[in-house]
């Protein structure tokens, strides 16, 4: 019984090693969907915050901040993600990074406010957008997601956002095929995956 205990004790101690090992590895959530359409337009696409209401499925819609020193899609720029129409509940801010015309947009996420969880609240994120031309009128569009700064984090937040990965990459995959399908569809869109009511961010 005692061996059995303490092979037991060694196997959780050796998985939460190697979890915690895990976690500190320098992990990017990353999604891709191919776009059957030019560059421009799945760019142009994106630079318009309105269409957000049509793909995200957390976010109801994203709105350019008054406070902002600067005009939508330029370096500088400043909006919030709502997550209700009421705009009550969780919400964060962006702010635009760089900006390469039909190439790559990057966005600091931060100010992650009104979530069930006081720790996620404490993250900063940099997005990325990647566009890559893939010739004869298609894109590939990638989505992809890191901490801000790796350096300040504990061990145990970069566990909790090494787990977060999974969460990340789904909700990627499902904006990503929402996009594709708005842009390819046009004014016959039909949305592939709904505004999800519930989120485990909920307050």
């Known amino acids: 019984m005692k061996k059995l205990l303490a092979g037991l004790v060694a196997v959780v101690t050796l998985s939460a ?5 895990q976690a500190q590895r320098h992990v990017v959530t990353s999604h891709s969907v191919v776009i059957n359409a030019p560059v421009k ?3 142009d696409f ?3 915050n309105r269409h957000a209401k049509g793909w995200s499925v ?3 819609h994203i709105r350019p901040l008054e406070s902002s020193p600067v005009a939508e899609g330029q370096i500088g720029a400043l909006r919030r993600c709502f997550r209700n129409d009421n705009e009550k509940g969780f919400f964060w ?3 635009t990074l760089t900006t390469e015309p039909y190439k790559r947009r990057t966005l600091r996420t931060y100010n992650v406010s009104n979530t069930s969880w006081e720790l996620f609240e ?3 994120f940099t997005a990325y957008q990647l566009y890559e031309d893939l010739g004869n009128g298609t894109t590939r569009l990638t989505f992809e997601g890191d901490l ?3 350096t300040k984090y504990s061990v145990f937040e970069h566990f909790v956002f090494w787990v977060s990965q999974f969460e990340g990459e789904r909700v990627f995959r499902l904006n990503l095929e929402n996009i594709k399908a708005m842009i390819e569809q046009k004014d016959a869109f039909d949305r592939p995956h709904p505004w999800e009511p519930h989120s485990p961010f909920d307050a």
């Open 17 to 21: 090693v190697i979890l915690i090992a």
């Open 41 to 43: 337009e799945v760019w």
């Open 46 to 48: 994106l630079s318009d």
């Open 58 to 60: 957390i976010f109801d």
């Open 93 to 95: 801010d962006e702010r």
């Open 122 to 124: 404490r993250f900063q």
């Open 148 to 150: 801000d700064d790796h």
